[in-house]
């Protein structure tokens, strides 16, 4: 086939050449939470959009980082590297990988009409451990779920899977702002998550979680990376498509933003102990968020860190704005604070 | 893992409580969050949950 047929081909193919991934940060460019995390606790967002979740395995120790290992044409991966396995794995514990797509940015794939779309899943795994692992997609609309599996042929070696799976005709996707799909690669599963054949669009059961699932990276010490996460229209994997930092940035902060950052705030009352500042966010948020407050240092003047979270407080937030309450006491008629503010509206 | 929970009220110039419950300042995997009243918030929508499911009071604002 000539080059022009090969585009031509590729063209019909796919609805979209650019912005066809429908993963954010699937380079795993972005971590605003900070790039390592020993002992890494339960739902920890090792980099934006994506989190290692655990359920149960009291015995499991792992730590998650932002790792540069990865293969060609990729920057940065995610590691996930179990210090301590798990010696005795009962029903129900699992360890996963998993990320979210919000429902308004999946409507495309017209779910629960006949025309649903399929849509492949590719990806660049390196493993310690070899064998079969599951990829779980949910629909929280829908609360349904279909499963497919990978091999890892190769024990520490970068390997390129894809698997494809058919669009649900029978649930819809609703089209707004919740969780449109919750997509896990598990990295261990219990006996009891492999029963249930959910290789089709089924009501969710945990029984097929992990359906087909061999590989049980908590069972030994040993390495787990995953990176070029590409969701696409179709049933052919295309190439990652590579989009900026910049750009995977300002994605990953309608979820998660430092919205100040040791940011100087200087405050005048003409009455009353307290002031505020209102200020907007980076960019617009997928939800109101919560909000982590640190003062980091008073410059001058005297804060009432008894009041609110050490002197700071957050009133009227929506999803573009907020106000900043800083309690002040004494007589001081100004003050000035260093602060850093976190706003969290993932999904 | 969702550890206190407690109101925040909207509050006049001298910190006084005025008006209704505008927030909820909770204890999240061991970070102090200002939650607000939003359900398509994640940690809303777990208070919510939990104390549906008698896991979780929350407190009367200071």
């Known amino acids: 086939m000539s080059k022009a047929a090969e585009l031509a081909a590729l063209i019909g193919s796919q609805t979209a050449l650019s912005n066809r991934n429908l993963i954010i940060n699937g380079a795993m460019q972005v971590a605003q939470r900070g790039t390592s995390f020993s002992s890494a606790a339960n739902d920890t967002y090792v980099v934006d959009r994506f989190r290692g979740k655990r359920n149960g395995m009291d015995n499991l120790v792992y730590d998650l980082s932002q790792s540069s290992t990865s293969p060609d044409g990729f920057g940065n991966s995610i590691k996930l590297d179990v210090t301590t396995a798990e010696t005795s794995s009962a029903d129900n514990e699992y360890l996963k990988i998993d990320t979210k797509i919000e429902a308004q940015n999946v409507q495309h794939l017209k779910y629960g009409t006949s025309s649903a779309e399929q849509i492949t899943m590719s990806f660049w795994v390196r493993s310690s451990t070899t064998g079969t692992y599951a990829i779980e997609m949910y629909t929280e609309d829908s609360n349904k779920q279909i499963t497919n599996t990978y091999t890892v042929n190769s024990a520490n070696t970068w390997e390129y899977k894809s698997v494809t799976f058919v669009g649900d005709t029978g649930g819809s996707i609703n089209n707004d702002n919740g969780t449109g799909f919750l997509i896990s690669w598990f990295l261990s599963v219990p006996s009891n998550y492999k029963t249930g054949d959910s290789t089709s669009w089924r009501t969710y059961n945990a029984d097929g979680r992990g359906y087909g699932q061999t590989a049980d990276v908590a069972s030994t010490t040993g390495e787990f990376y995953i990176t070029g996460v590409q969701l696409e229209v179709g049933e052919t994997a295309t190439p990652f498509e590579h989009r900026s930092y910049g750009d995977e940035l300002a994605r990953c902060q309608r979820y998660y933003q430092t919205i100040l950052n040791a940011t100087p705030l200087y405050n005048y009352r003409q009455t009353g102990n307290s002031v505020a500042k209102t200020f907007t966010y980076i960019n617009e948020m997928r939800a109101t968020p919560s909000f982590t407050l640190t003062r980091n240092s008073t410059i001058f003047g005297t804060v009432n860190t008894g009041a609110g979270t050490d002197g700071l407080e957050i009133f009227g937030a929506s999803t573009t704005a907020t106000a900043l309450f800083i309690y002040q006491s004494g007589t001081d008629v100004s003050a000035a604070v260093t602060a850093t503010v976190i706003g969290d509206a993932e999904l | ?62």
């Open chain 2, 1 to 62: 893992m969702i550890t206190q929970a407690k109101w925040i009220k909207q509050y006049d110039e001298n910190y006084v409580p005025v008006g209704d419950n505008v927030g909820i300042k909770a204890t999240i995997d061991g970070t102090e969050m200002s939650v607000p009243l939003d359900p398509a918030n994640r940690h809303y929508a777990e208070i919510l949950r939990q104390v549906a499911a008698g896991e979780l009071t929350i407190a009367d604002a200071d």
